[in-house]
C-alpha cells in the first residue's frame, strides 16, 4: 500500500514538473504576444523571435544525446545543416505546385526532420561504437564535412529533370529560363518565409513532449542505465547499442527541424561557418552545460538567456563580449565549484521546507 503511495506521489511529481515546463513556454509567448501587441519590442528583439526557438529546440535535443544519453557531441550543426538545406530544396521546388503555405512548410518540417534522422542513423551506427573525446572529435568532424559538401554543389532545374554539379552553375548545362536551386557557396535563395514566432513556439512544445515523454519512458530509463553503468546494463540484457542509436538519432531528427525554421526565417540561406560550423555547435553545447546537463528546463533557459544576452548588452558597445564572457564564466564557477553546489542545495532544501510547512 505504501508501495503505491509513493509511485503515485511520484507520478504526480513528475507530472506537476512537466506541466511547470509547458506552462513557462506558453506563459512565455502570451508574454512576449502582449508585449508586441502593445509596441514594446524593438525590431530588433522581435527579430530574434524566431532564432531563440530554433536554439531552444536545439538544446533541448542536444540535452538528449549529451544529458540522458551521456554522450559528447560536436555535430548537432551538421543534422541542423541537413534539415535546413533539405527542406529549403523541397520549399523551392514545390512552390508553384503548393501555393498554401501551410501545407507546404509542414510537409518541409517532416523532410528536415526525416532527412537529419537518417543522417543520424547513417553516422551513429558506425560512430557510437567510440567512446568520449573520439566520439566528439569524429562527430564534429561529421559537421564540417557537411557544410563543405553543401557548398560544392550546384544544382538546378529544367524541362529535362534535375542536373547536378560540383564545378559551377554553367557546367549544369540548363536549358533557356532553367532554375539554379543550390549555388554552392551562394547556397539556396528564395526560400518562402514561413517561419513565424507562433509555429516556433508550437514546434517548441513537440520538441519538449517527445524528449520528456522519451526521458520518463522504459526506453529513456534503459538509456540512462546505459549512461550510468554500461557493463550493467548489458548483464540485465539491455541492447546498448539500439538504445544509444535511438536516443542519437531522436536528438539528431530535432535538430533537423531547427534547421526548417532557420532556413525559413531567411531568404538567403548559406552554409557558412558561422551558421553550421563547429562553432555553432559549441554555442548549443553551452547552452546544455550552462542550464545543466540533463535538466531539459535549465537548457531551455540557458538558451534564452544567453541568445539575449548579447543583445541586451549591444549598448555598451566594446565592453558587451566582455560582460557576455565574464558571466559565462561566473555561472560556470557558480554551478561547478562546491560552494556553489552548496549553495544551490541551501536554496532547495528552503523551499523543501517552506512547501513542507504550507502543506
Sequence with gaps: ????????????????????????????????EIFLRAGMVSSLLEGLLVPLCMYVILAVSLNLTVGISGELSLGHAGFMCVGAFSSAFFSRCMEEVLPAAGIRFTLAILIGTVFAALFGILIGVPVLRLKGDYLAIVTLAFGEIIKNVVNVIYLGRDSRGFHISTKDSISLGLEQGGDVIIKGPQGITGTPNDSTFLIGVVLILITLFIVINLINSTTGRAIMAIRDNRIAAESIGINVTKYKLLAFSVSAALAGTAGVLYAH??????????????????????????????????SMIAAVVLTLLPELLRGLNDYRMLIYAVILIATMIFTSSPGGQEIQERIKLFFERKKTKEA
Excluded: C, D, E
Design 265 to 298: 526565417n531567411l531568404s538567403t540561406l548559406q552554409a557558412q561557418p558561422k551558421n553550421f560550423g563547429y562553432n555553432m555547435s559549441i554555442t548549443i553545447l553551452v547552452f546544455v552545460v550552462l542550464g545543466g546537463i540533463g535538466n531539459i528546463r535549465g
Design 1 to 32: 500500500m505504501n508501495g503505491m503511495k509513493t509511485k503515485t506521489h511520484n507520478l504526480s511529481r513528475t507530472t506537476k514538473s512537466n506541466i511547470i515546463t509547458y506552462g513557462i513556454v506558453v506563459a512565455a509567448y502570451i508574454i512576449v
